[in-house]
């Protein structure tokens, strides 16, 4: 089973400010593997970038993936209020099982 | 409107049954893999099982294995998880969402809970 370990656990910043999370894999992926959420509590996870560096329909473009082989960066480039969510990285490689990160919890100061 | 709807959650003793359901509608369901994922209260997400677009295929995760089974009526646009033999560490909100390509899950349903307790 590939396990994710996703860092820093919580991150706390401004309105404004440029948000980085990582995510690491405990074998390598085909970018194509790479899969990350937005979740809001009371409210349905939201798929946010695919393919480690597609944006999903809607999404917008201060979201943004990266990333390759067992590390991945989701980045937020300028953090409005309404991002406050935890964010998941998720791997598919074609076949189960599937396994999600631990989560990162984006705080607004 | 394209959506998924779960139903069937609630309150259930540990060692008894639920089956929940979720209603897919706007698209054709019969294209796509689903899947369950689960929350557990102040936890992170949790793939739990998958079925292929035509039924034919179905994975679990090691946790529920041998306790839960997933299916789906193509005619009713609609895919089921029976839950068997539930434990407390199952209390969790169900989510329902649909498989793209065997790579990620693109439409989430608003999820279901399903709460075991004596």
């Known amino acids: 089973e590939i396990v994710l370990t996703q860092s820093p656990g919580t991150l706390s910043l401004s309105p404004g400010e440029r948000a980085t999370l990582s995510c690491r894999a405990s074998?390598?992926?085909?970018?194509?593997?790479l899969a990350w959420y937005q979740k809001k509590p009371g409210q349905a996870p939201r798929l946010l970038i695919y393919?480690?560096?597609s944006r999903a329909t809607g999404i917008p473009d201060r979201f943004s993936g990266s990333g390759s082989g067992t590390d991945f960066t989701l980045t937020i480039s300028r953090l409005e209020p309404e991002d406050l969510a935890v964010y998941y990285c998720?791997?598919?490689?074609?076949?189960?099982?599937?396994?999600f990160g631990g989560g990162t919890k984006v705080e607004i100061k | 409107q394209v959506q998924l709807v779960e139903s069937g959650g609630g309150v259930v003793q540990p060692g008894r049954s639920l089956r929940l359901s979720c209603a897919a509608s706007?698209?054709?369901?019969?294209?796509?893999?689903m899947h369950w994922v689960r929350q557990a209260p102040g936890k992170g997400l949790e793939w739990v099982a998958l079925?292929?677009?035509?039924?034919?295929?179905?994975y679990y995760a090691d946790s529920v294995k041998g306790r839960f089974s997933i299916s789906r009526d193509n005619s009713k646009n609609t895919q089921y998880l029976q839950m068997n033999s539930l434990r407390a560490e199952d209390t969790a909100v169900y989510y329902c969402?649909?498989?793209?390509?065997?790579?990620?899950?693109?439409?989430w349903g608003r999820g279901t809970l399903v709460t075991v307790s004596s």
């Open positions: 969402t649909r498989d793209i390509r065997s790579k990620y899950f693109d439409l």
């Open positions: 706007g698209f054709t369901f019969s294209d796509y893999g």
């Open positions: 079925i292929w677009h035509d039924g034919s295929s179905q």
């Open positions: 074998q390598s992926l085909s970018s194509s593997s």
């Open positions: 393919g480690a560096s």
């Open positions: 998720q791997q598919y490689v074609g076949s189960p099982p599937i396994t």
